[in-house]
């Protein structure tokens, strides 16, 4: 499972610009059957119909980079959160505290796009010594339009709960990451501890259910994996961010 | 709550060429920002981000009439059927005739395209006057992915539910409409009765809490509408087939 939980390791620091290529997101013709494949695929993907994929197939390995380096990753990234924010805005939030959005934290707020496309890896396929190299450098920057929204949650009351599958021993490397990329404030920080359980749908919902017999009510749940929403305890409403490049189970 | 159920009356009899004009998949340029803000308000929608919408955005109209009239809601709908098979295929059945697919059935199985097709209706609104004429004439054709995939799934041994939230009185035409499409042999056809309730996800969920009271194990699952797949009963797993045109709570 250190597979898995290295997937969701990030880290520290200085956040620099955000080092992917700036290119337009590419619109193959539609003519070339391997374009609508690999956009059913995506979204295939993102409606929970494609699970437990291991890598991004082959013949869309360049769709999905050109994606994830593109506008198109960042504007359906600005959508999921502008819904969310106005789902949020609208709730009566009580003023004991305890209203909270759950948030996971890499590919959801932190991105770890630096890495893959450092490496030109759009397989999704984690090299562990690479991405340990990566993780070590903690230069992982916010999802502009996560940013926006928890800042904007902070302002309407929320708690926040950052809620990770990396483990423990990354706490004061997160904490870093967190503060530098704008992320300055939270209830709680939850990471994965040896005993926990290794599965993210079991972890997740048993610290979520914690969360709730601590009185915290979980008034909106984000995370970038359908690992993060499903389960118990899943919250009010659940809201899944784009991520077509990696699965965890 | 006669609208919601309108919207799931189709009808009967024999089955015509689709006839929905053929045009491409339009697919717009990168930088008209209405193009890929559409494919992202698409993308939401199929994967439950954004919920309870009345009806498609005026400035997605157009892009959502040429998603559904061409070649890319079909070829979504062969990836969603053809992992339903994929998944099917795999398990183990028992041969007590108890292990059961759930279909919804409009716009799962049977498409209701050639109504919004022949009013250029591509905002989902459902003119009640209208769809009743056009689901009087009973020319609702199979979705030819879901067909194949019904057909794999008798070889398989499944036995087929389809579950609707057409009313009883519609039972004949749907039948003939099922028969006539191909459709033709199924272990239960649950329409909604007048004492059901009115809500989908409360509806739905209580037929299959019976299903499986019943002794019935649900494999499989699969809808257009998300209220088919959430609930209680859900089944052992869910398929959500492309449905960006009207939202069913």
């Given at each position: 499972m250190g597979f898995l939980c290295l997937i969701l390791v990030v880290t520290i620091t200085t956040s620099l610009a955000f080092p992917i290529n700036h290119q337009n997101y590419l619109v193959l013709p539609h003519s070339l059957q391997g374009s609508g494949a690999c956009l059913s695929w995506r979204?295939?993907?993102e409606a929970n119909n494609i699970r437990a994929w291991t890598q991004v197939p082959t013949k869309c390995v360049d769709y999905i980079g050109s994606y994830m380096s593109g506008s198109q990753y960042r504007q359906d990234?600005?959508?999921?959160?502008?819904?969310?924010?106005?789902?949020a805005k609208r709730l009566n939030l009580t003023n004991d505290g305890k209203d909270v959005w759950v948030f996971d934290v890499d590919d959801t707020i932190l991105s770890n796009i630096p890495y893959f496309s450092a490496e030109n890896n759009w397989q999704g396929v984690i090299n562990t010594t690479s991405f340990a190299e990566w993780a070590e450098k903690g230069e992982a920057p916010a999802i502009p339009a996560a940013l926006k929204l928890y800042k904007k949650l902070v302002k309407l009351g929320f708690k926040i709960v950052f809620l990770t599958g990396m483990y423990e021993q990354y706490t004061d490397i997160r904490i870093e990451n967190l503060k530098a990329t704008g992320f300055t404030e939270w209830e709680k920080l939850i990471l994965k501890g040896d005993n926990d359980e290794a599965n993210a749908v079991v972890y997740k919902s048993s610290k979520r259910k914690e969360l709730e017999e601590g009185g915290y009510r979980i008034r909106g749940?984000?995370?970038?994996?359908?690992?993060?929403?499903?389960?118990?305890?899943?919250?009010d409403r659940t809201f899944k961010m784009p991520n077509p490049l990696y699965y965890v189970p």
């Open positions: 979204v295939g993907a990234c600005n959508l999921v959160c502008n819904e969310a924010y106005n789902y749940n984000m995370g970038d994996q359908w690992s993060d929403l499903i389960g118990t305890n899943t919250g």
